[in-house]
């Protein structure tokens, strides 16, 4: 799915990419610029994040002539007397005006890098209203945001992936160049697609997917082959003729034949007898009391 | 400067990796044995070095800088080095007196919703003036370049974690990306807090904040399995962003050891009380 969306989002759709610390998501997000401007569209970036020069450094080799870079890096507060662009300029009105002031036949793309950013100056309803407005408003085509995930609390992300109509969550995977991408795609018809998959970004921007990412996806064990543990041993497990003879005559200690037991039981002369005379109390009985032992 | 963190890094005094945002951090440790690496590495370097030292006194960073063989009195006599004593200014603002020069730096500490704008243009003319002033005698120092201790001291003091993410922001702007310098933060945790525990404000979220805007994380931590006396930590290096080939991430762990002079790192399990 991710190539799909690659291809280009919806008219009046926003994208929200999230990432964490643990990955960064601006590479992901370069790779759409790039989709984008070979697309021949117009793309509009909204820069609170990264200075102009380290977001095309990423994008060398693409056609930048179409990039329209809105530096909101250099002083997003107004802190200096002539700021460029501040976070409480993230309106309508003003994103309107700054998207049409380089005139261009086809609506164009905005991207913004990054939501969180605005997100910490700006309450989050006034944020998700900006966005619903812009999407409908018609000045841009369709919208792509950066989001940093943990930096929010996870309401304030769960409001803003509601207005969005995909959402690509990237984590890291287990090999150092490739990540996982969960992707939910929400249709005008009202209907959810949601995937995972591995994919890998290449030094031209493109996105190669490895594969389909599935929890379940075990190899089939194939049967090992019984193997025989007597083989191969350093010492002889196995038993000639006459050794099996001679363990099959031992007699085992404490199993008793007849005879043993006869034996036992009525003592060989020499040995002390126990004369018993019972007292008038006692109550003898002749039978033998261990006549019912099965030994 | 540890020789060993040097190659770790890849980095001499003559030739390092400009526009970097290194961020180091602890959990339940103390990383501020790393302050002292870059700060003599820096001035080593002959960069023009501004120190924010909020936390201990300018003869605390002298005297270990002196072990290390860089004098801080000197580079501060050069014009090299610019120091500002948090804990000395902060008595200028809260006990206010006639004759005070003071700059305006810590004025947040009178009104901390304010936010950190003054210890900003402070930082901002500290590192613009490099060879502004009236050149006869005055010496051509190398890229700037900003050495916070620390952070984290600023959210105790009353500074919401927005307002520190927006000081550190503007410090990368003016640093890194226009003058091509470095910029060096220290910022501290305490406990396990990895969750979100729906705590806007708080080092959780600075720190993760801190994390997304930098370029190179060291993260001090102690190790898993408890106190040991020749292995007094692990230090994992993450780098986040990699210039020419390829952009993942690439992390490495490595064990230290401080000592009197300097402080070794090795591999871990390859502490030489073990070997």
């Not at chain 2, 948090?86 to 809260?94: A, I, N």
């Not at chain 2, 990368?172 to 806007?200: F, H, K, P, T």
Request: hydrophobic share 35%; aromatic share 6%.
């Amino acid at each position: 799915m991710l190539p799909e969306l690659l291809q280009g989002v919806d008219t009046g759709g926003l994208l929200v990419i999230q990432d964490s610390a643990s990955y960064s998501g601006r590479h992901l997000l370069q790779s759409f610029i790039n989709a984008a401007l070979n697309r021949e569209e117009a793309v509009h970036v909204l820069g609170f994040e990264v200075s102009e020069e380290e977001l095309k450094d990423g994008l060398r080799g693409s056609p930048v002539q179409r990039l329209h870079f809105h530096n909101a890096y250099t002083d997003p507060l107004g802190w200096t007397d002539h700021p460029a662009f501040t976070v409480h300029q993230f309106c309508l009105g003003e994103l309107t005006r700054l998207v049409k002031q380089t005139s261009h036949s086809k609506p164009a793309t905005l991207v913004i890098d990054s939501l969180s950013w605005i997100l910490r100056h700006v309450s989050t309803p006034d944020v998700c209203r900006t966005l619903q407005q812009l999407r409908k408003g018609g000045a841009v085509r369709s919208i792509i945001g950066l989001l940093h995930a943990d930096m929010h609390q996870r309401g304030t992300v769960g409001s803003v992936c509601h207005s969005a109509t995909s959402v690509i969550t990237v984590e890291p995977a287990m090999r150092g160049d490739e990540a996982v991408a969960k992707i939910t795609k929400r249709s005008k018809s009202g209907k959810v697609i949601q995937d995972e998959e591995i994919f890998r970004i290449k030094d031209d921007l493109t996105v190669v997917v490895q594969s389909k990412f599935s929890k379940g996806a075990k190899k089939a064990d194939s049967e090992e082959q019984e193997t025989d543990p007597t083989a191969n041993l350093t010492f002889n497990l196995r038993l000639s003729d006459t050794e099996r003879e001679a363990k099959q005559k031992l007699a085992l200690p404490f199993v008793f034949s007849k005879e043993k037991k006869t034996a036992l039981l009525h003592s060989g002369p020499g040995s002390g007898r126990i004369h018993y005379e019972p007292d008038a109390n006692d109550d003898y009985d002749q039978e033998d009391p261990d006549d019912d032992l099965d030994v | 400067m540890y020789t060993e963190l040097n190659s770790i890094l890849n980095t001499t005094p003559d030739s390092f990796t400009q526009g970097e945002f290194v961020l180091l951090s602890d959990r339940q440790s103390d990383a501020s044995f790393l302050i002292h690496h870059f700060l003599s590495l820096y001035l080593r370097a002959r960069c023009k070095v501004c120190f924010v030292g909020l936390v201990q006194s300018f003869n605390h960073y002298s005297a270990i800088s002196q072990r290390m063989g860089v004098s801080l009195t000197q580079a501060k006599e050069k014009g090299q080095l610019v120091f500002l004593e948090g804990q000395k200014e902060s008595l200028s603002v809260l006990i206010p007196q006639e004759n005070d020069t003071g700059s305006q730096a810590m004025d947040f500490l009178r009104d901390p919703s304010v936010g950190l704008k003054s210890l900003y243009e402070f930082v901002r003319s500290a590192v613009s003036s490099n060879g502004e002033e009236a050149g006869d005698g005055s010496e051509e120092w190398g890229p700037p370049v900003l050495l916070v201790d620390d952070l984290s001291v600023l959210l105790s003091l009353g500074v919401s974690a927005g307002a520190v993410l927006d000081f550190s922001h503007y410090c990368r702007a003016i640093v890194c990306s226009q003058l091509q310098g470095n910029v060096v933060m220290l910022v501290r945790c305490d406990g396990e807090g990895e969750e979100d525990e729906g705590d806007d404000e708080g080092s959780e979220r600075l720190m993760k904040g801190l994390t997304h805007q930098c370029s190179l994380t060291l993260h001090v931590q102690g190790l898993p399995t408890g106190y040991c006396r020749d292995i007094h930590g692990q230090v994992e290096v993450c780098w986040r962003r990699r210039q020419g080939d390829g952009q993942y991430t690439q992390k490495k762990l490595f064990q230290y050891k401080v000592h009197d002079k300097g402080a070794s790192f090795f591999a871990p399990g390859t502490s030489s009380a073990v070997l």
